[in-house]
């Protein structure tokens, strides 16, 4: 049974940081590329940032020089590291794992909320 548990979302201050978990199980974690993708309100769902099986990785515009994600194979994990939150980061941000970068997500986790305060 594949399973994708994000966590580490919450609550933070314009500028500050937060730390995003996926645990992963029931998949060849270290085959995969991961993802995290978010969705505001009333908004579609967008990618903010992929790493494939061998750690190359990608961001939109909106985030690349902020967020970096990473892996380690090892805890079956991915994280996605958060800084200098601005509240039109706000949204439920959702873990995702795919064949490889050019395929849609397979599995998706639950989403965590995050939200930034002005």
């Known amino acids: 049974q594949v399973q994708l548990v994000e966590s580490g979302g919450g609550l933070v201050q314009a500028g500050g940081s937060l730390r995003l978990s996926c645990a992963a199980s029931g998949f060849t974690f270290s085959s995969y590329a991961m993802s995290w993708f978010r969705q505001a309100p009333g908004k579609q769902r967008e990618l903010v940032a992929l790493?494939?099986?061998?750690?190359?990785?990608g961001y939109a515009d909106s985030v690349r020089g902020r967020f970096t994600i990473s892996r380690d194979n090892a805890k079956n994990t991915v994280y996605l590291q958060m800084n200098s939150l601005k509240p039109e980061d706000t949204a439920v941000y959702y873990c995702g794992a795919r064949p490889s970068a050019s395929n849609p997500n397979d599995y998706w986790g639950q989403g965590t909320q995050v939200t930034v305060s002005s």
């Open positions: 790493i494939t099986s061998s750690g190359t990785t």
